[in-house]
């Protein structure tokens, strides 16, 4: 750490030094160039005599616009930008002092302004030559006949002539382990045309892939925010050319926000369904998270890890994990410690259905804000086993809960599900149960409680995609339940954004309900994952029919079409506000619905269900 100090400190010195001699250097040359190279006796001993005075106020500027923390390797616009405030302020603050010292008599005001053109060509200039130095650029880029700036890797071919795609093209450049050889872009726009990015064109339309008098070996897509026909008909194109292609993630996925060659991956089905770009409104959801000690159950599920990496991004205080599972703890645990060092993250392997440890985890952590995923999911697994379902998603929830109103947590956002609407499962009704435990529980103290309802997140833990995979894999065939099934998905980032956008807005007592765009038939979502595993549906891979399962509907309801639903400021999130109810009528036939849960009988449990949700028309 001495060491690594000392090198710090050497380094700083250097630059510093540089930046000083490069002042006095620029304030000569402007008194040479004003006159004439042949300066007077006379205007030597101003300058000499003036000469500290500049390269005091000019240098403390500089530290004052923070010139020295950033590593000039890495200069950028933004940099170059802060050189000429500095070099301006700096002027402006000498010609000042000046005019009050003697109202500038004896000093040549074109001096000064001569001075300040010097001084930026020479403090932006070192900068910019040692970016230069740095970055991945030989005699071709400035002269074409020394061939091109890279000559080992793969010719890549760009899709997008866009922000990610300018942002990728300088990475490329600046790293010298990538073994990329850009040759070209295309783009849809007219407007783009023929335009270059740091020296690579425009080669024409993306319908032109497969026309292009030039030769690449891989293509990537850097569109973060295409949409789901759009990134259809790229795939698609990109397919016909038999070459690898990958894409740049969509925006939600980078938890930074900085596309990065590294983000680059292959396409998924979840680049399919659409990347649209979530817009969260920032200041809103750092005012709630912010310095607070925040805790997830189910932080080991795919809801729950999600949330991690998102809350992670607004500073809480402290983080902690509860989970059930001992591997996804670990898994959550190391994957936190390794990205978000900075961050106090505490691990709780606690079962909800255990009041008295998760009662331990909320005395021992304080937490003040609570995020509900911890539940089971499984439609056709609950509906065998509902009492298993009763004691998670309900009484868990009801521990939390009042655990929650006990010790003061400021607010609690429970994660559910559209099949609270109208439920015809197990599932569907054990979470509108828990909704309403959530809901009588407002008003009773300063915790505002509030649910969010959305429906399949594709990619999650059991989900059909894994699974569809996993038979590709094994050669076929897939097995689909019903030919017209449809269903709404949405993707991991996008849902976990919209929860924290939603406890942002939550005042207590809302149900707030994600929409969830356009329904998929689940038959196409199962060609689509066969074609890029590069097979042909029902040629290489068949697909089978099974029937419905257990608790299963064919089509979901669009839950946008609610009684009582109204938009909110986010054009993505509706809300509902819940019902009022009596504590003690609920607790009543709770502990009811559990001693029913005691004999095991899965039509009593459900018959129980039913008098809690009204609504819920079980399958017998």
Known sequence: MRVFNKLIYRNLLVMVGADAFLV????????????????????????????????????ATFAFFHLYQGMWRYTSLLDLIKVIKAVII?????????FMINRLSGHPRSILLIDVILTFMAIGGIRFLIRLHFSKITPGDFFPAFGRYRQEGKNLLIIGAGDAAEKVLREIRDNVEVQLIPIGLLDDDPAKQGKTIHGISVLGTIEEIDRLPISFDEILIAIPSAKREEMHRIVSLCEKTGKRFRT?????????????????REVTLEDLLGREEIHLNQEEILKYLRGKRVLITGAGGSIGSELVRQVARFYPSALALLEVSELNLFRVEMECRQRFGYLLVESFLTDIRNREAVNRVFQGFNPEVVFHAAAYKQVPIQE??????VYTNVSGTRNLVEISLAQGVERFVQVSTDKAVRPVNVMGACKRVAEIIAECRNGFSGTRFMAVRFGNVIGSSGSAIPIFQDQINRGGPV????????????????????????????QGGEIFILEMGQPVRIVDLAKD?????????????????????????????????GEGIVPTTHEKIMVLRGNPCSVEILNDRIDELLTVAGTYDAEAIKRKLQEI???YKPQF
């Not at 160039?33 to 500049?54: G, Q, Y």
């Not at 700096?90 to 000046?98: A, D, E, Q």
């Not at 065998?384 to 379902?389: G, Q, S, T, Y």
């Open 384 to 389: 065998l086993n509902p009492w298993e379902a």
């Open 248 to 264: 740049i993630p969509g925006m939600g996925e980078l938890i930074d926000g900085k596309v990065s060659i590294k983000a680059i």
């Open 24 to 59: 006095a250097l620029s304030f000569f040359g402007a008194y040479l160039l004003r006159f004439e190279f042949a300066m007077p006796s006379r205007e030597w001993e101003t300058f000499i005599r003036t000469l500290p005075f500049v390269i005091t106020v000019k240098m």
């Open 613 to 615: 949700v009204p609504e």
């Open 529 to 561: 994952l066969i074609r890029l595993n590069g097979l042909d549906p029902d040629k290489d891979i068949p697909i089978q029919f099974i029937g419905l399962r257990p608790g299963e509907k064919l089509y979901e309801e669009l839950i946008i079409e």
């Open 90 to 98: 700096s002027s402006l603050l000498i010609t000042l002092f000046l």
């Open 479 to 506: 097995t689909v339940t019903h030919p017209e099934i449809t269903r709404y998905f949405m993707s991991i980032p996008e849902a976990a954004q919209l929860i924290l956008q939603a406890g942002a807005m939550g």
